[in-house]
């Protein structure tokens, strides 16, 4: 069993793990975009927190000498707090809506994941391939 052989054999075990993997995907059940955040900080978080504070400058230190009341007025403060409460009974409605799509199998997804496994197969075939032929021993004439 040559090296041709072998990776031959790794190509088709990959193409057998990646369609075994698709294949068993669940649907998603909520939206990645409603779902609740993690508790955990991921890596960006992390680095976020390891950088140093930046010091502020001239308007950030004016806006924190300055009590909200001397720069808003009463009326713009409520104003803003109403538009918040809208915004946020908008994105609960919009959360619920979107929550209660039905988890059934869908066959689009099912042959976007199928049609992306065939193309790592043609893409390593092709690898392969190339690395078959650039082995070949050449004449020169």
């Known amino acids: 069993m040559n090296l041709r052989h072998i990776l031959l054999l790794a190509v088709f075990g990959l193409a057998l793990v990646a369609l075994a993997g698709q294949a068993s995907a669940r649907p998603l059940t909520k939206s ?8 955990t900080p991921d890596l960006v978080e992390r680095w976020v927190l390891r950088q140093p504070a930046a010091a502020p400058d ?13 720069y808003y007025t009463a009326a713009a403060l409520r ?14 409605r919009q959360s619920a809506s979107v ?3 039905s988890g059934s199998f869908d066959a689009r997804d099912a042959l976007i994941g199928a049609a992306g496994g ?19 021993p050449q004449l020169s004439v």
Request: net charge positive; charged share 15%.
């Open 32 to 39: 990645p975009i409603v779902s609740q955040p993690s508790t």
């Open 58 to 70: 001239l308007v950030e230190r004016f806006v924190q000498r300055q009590p909200a009341s001397t």
């Open 79 to 92: 104003a803003s707090g109403l538009r918040l409460q809208a915004m946020a009974r908008m994105y609960e």
């Open 99 to 101: 929550s209660s799509n």
């Open 118 to 136: 065939v193309g790592i197969v043609i893409c390593a075939a092709g690898l392969l391939f190339a690395a078959a032929r650039s082995r070949r």
